[in-house]
């Protein structure tokens, strides 16, 4: 017969998918998680669009750049829009910056570009405490991160090496997905953070809207002509994190949380 009754069952129906990314990335926003999530959503036929909700401060450099490649694929072969309703910043705009079309609202806070290098000195506290670290390693650099003591000049000029590195990255990442000149973003990567109004004139978003008009938007990047089902989606967290939040926090997680503290780390934020 050439007049088949097609059968629609509501789970079958296209979808615009939600991923809200909120809060600071590597604590809040997982690379990992957040990256198998992207791809589940490049992998799903019935995801016709996304739309990146986000609001973040930015955070881990390379979780960022996890997320940031990540989205870049999805990208790819499906219609993205990031909608930035409070901050996107550092990181976050990075991450924001991988989709289509950025809107944001006229009082988010977009940008922050640029690197940070955190290392906690805890030598005087040590001195206090009569404590001291004996250290045994070789290669005379191993050493260079630890928190017990000041760093040498030479370890500040190998730090600031790489921070300048990771900076000249994130600026070629931005001026690319952005299609903006590359001596242009340098100018506004300066740390500042601006308003949505201030970003849309210099070329950091596409639009000034809310919500709605993210929605709207992705609707219409994917030629959808009905009404899409909206598909609500975060990262699943492991059960035993799940377990644990339901209760107190358990020693190993506060020794954890403490060490994850004194580690240096370079951050987009």
Known sequence: MSNQLQ????????RVAVLEISGAIGAQVRGLQMSRTIRALEKDPRVKAVVLEIDSPGGSASASDMIFKQLQKLSKKKPTVAYIGGSGLSG????????????AGETALVGSIGVIFMRPVVQELMAKLGVRMEMTHEGHLKGMFQPWREPTEEERTKVQGLTDELYEWFVGAVAAARNL??????????GEMFSGRKALEIGLIDEIGDFDLALKTARRMADLSERPRLQWVRPRRPLLERVMARGSFSAGEIAAEIEARIVPRIEFR
Do not use: M, N, Q
């Open 7 to 14: 059968i629609r069952f509501p789970w079958s129906r296209p």
């Open 181 to 190: 000149d590359i001596k242009k973003v340098r100018e506004f990567a300066t």
């Open 92 to 103: 976050g705009y990075l991450i924001a910056s991988a989709a289509r079309h950025i809107i």
